[in-house]
């Protein structure tokens, strides 16, 4: 599976708050989102069914 990057706008503020967060859960903040993406797409398929590849 290849590793992809994506860029992504964000304000200070909101990134500022997103390292306490991350800090706070002993992660990076890349951790963090790849953990918040992954809970949102797990929500999704639970609600609509598995997302096909």
């Not at 503020?13 to 918040?36: F, P, T």
Request: net charge negative; hydrophobic share 45%.
């Amino acid at each position: 599976m290849a590793i992809k990057s994506v860029s992504i706008r964000i304000d200070e503020e909101m990134l500022n708050k997103l390292h306490v967060v991350a800090d706070y859960e002993g992660r990076s903040a890349n951790s963090q989102i790849l953990i918040l993406i992954r809970d949102c797409v797990a929500a999704f398929e639970k609600e609509h069914g598995e997302i096909g590849q």
